[in-house]
C-alpha cells in the first residue's frame, strides 16, 4: 500500500520536474515507503493506547463511548496525531537524505 501510494504522489508531479526519472521516482518511492514504516514501529510500540470498558475495544482515545476509557500501554503524549507528524517529517528527510546520496 505505501508503494502503491508513494508511486501515485510521484507520478502526480513527474512532469513539474527535470531530475532524472530514475532518480525521482526511487527518491521518492524509497522515502514514502520508510517513512509508512517507521509509522508503524512508532504506532505499535510508543502511542498511547486506552481500553474502552463499554466496547471492550482498544482504542487511541482518553473519551470512548461517552466514558473516560482507561490507559494501557504507551507514552502518553505520543498520540497518533504526534506519529503521524514525525513519520511526515521523517519521510521528508529520507528524500533530502537519499536525493543527496543519489545524485
Known amino acids: 500500500g505505501s508503494f502503491g501510494g508513494s508511486a501515485i504522489i ?11 526519472p530514475e532518480i525521482y521516482f526511487s527518491s ?3 522515502a514514502g515507503f520508510l517513512s509508512s514504516y517507521l ?6 510500540t510508543l502511542q498511547v493506547k486506552y481500553f ?27 498520540t497518533n ?5 514525525a513519520a511526515s517529517f521523517a519521510g521528508g528527510l529520507f528524500f533530502i537524505i537519499y536525493f543527496r546520496v543519489a545524485v
Do not use: T
Not at 510521484?10 to 532524472?20: V, Y
Not at 496525531?81 to 507528524?85: A, E, K, P, S
Open 10 to 20: 510521484a507520478l502526480s508531479g513527474f512532469f513539474w520536474n527535470e531530475i532524472q
Open 28 to 30: 521518492i518511492i524509497l
Open 39 to 44: 509509522d508503524s514501529i512508532i504506532g505499535a
Open 52 to 78: 474502552c470498558n463499554i466496547c471492550l475495544r482498544k482504542i487511541e482515545r482518553k473519551i470512548h463511548c461517552g466514558i473516560p476509557s482507561e490507559y494501557e500501554s504507551g507514552i502518553k503524549w505520543i
Open 81 to 85: 496525531d504526534v506519529v503521524n507528524l
